[in-house]
């Protein structure tokens, strides 16, 4: 398998557990209480499950001199993923989580559009070229279908 294939892999298992984290997640609430309760415990068996693989794996902790090198703005990846965490928990008991999971794609569809072609924080310049924005747009159209489908 070429270096491309695995990365495409990847990011489609990735976006595959999404959906059973937040169906488990909402499953989960019915236990412990708030959404904010459960995405603690989320975080919690998140964070001891890198450590874990850290461990396993032999990854070096950050180092103090690295870790000061950062600035306090590349810290809230984790919050953002908390108040991510959070919503579809919310959403999810409403609205489903077919469409939870469409809006919450459409988002994130629109972010790095933007992302891409500014090469915002940091990252690579992709130009928001007439066939992603395109692709955009299909998205939204595939969310509008979800949303306006009668039960």
Do not use: E
Not at 39 to 65: E, K, N, Q, W
Not at 110 to 139: E, M, N, Q, T, W
């Amino acid at each position: 398998m070429n270096g491309r294939m695995f990365y495409l892999l990847a990011a489609l298992a990735g976006g595959a557990f999404i959906p059973v984290q937040v169906a488990l997640n909402t499953v989960l609430r019915r236990y412990i209480g708030a959404p904010m309760q459960v995405t603690f415990v989320s975080y919690l068996a998140g964070t001891l499950t890198a450590l874990f693989i850290c461990f396993v794996a032999r990854y070096p902790l950050p180092t103090a001199t690295a870790l000061s090198q950062t600035s306090w703005w590349m810290w809230t990846g984790g919050c953002l993923g908390t108040l991510y965490v959070w919503s579809t928990i919310v959403a999810t008991l409403k609205i489903g989580a077919t469409l939870t999971l469409a809006l919450t794609f459409a988002g994130q569809m629109v972010a790095a559009l933007f992302l891409d072609h500014f090469g915002a924080i940091g990252l690579a310049k992709y130009p928001a070229s007439p066939a992603r924005v395109a692709g955009v747009v299909i998205v939204f159209l595939g969310v509008s279908l979800i949303a306006y489908t009668k039960r």
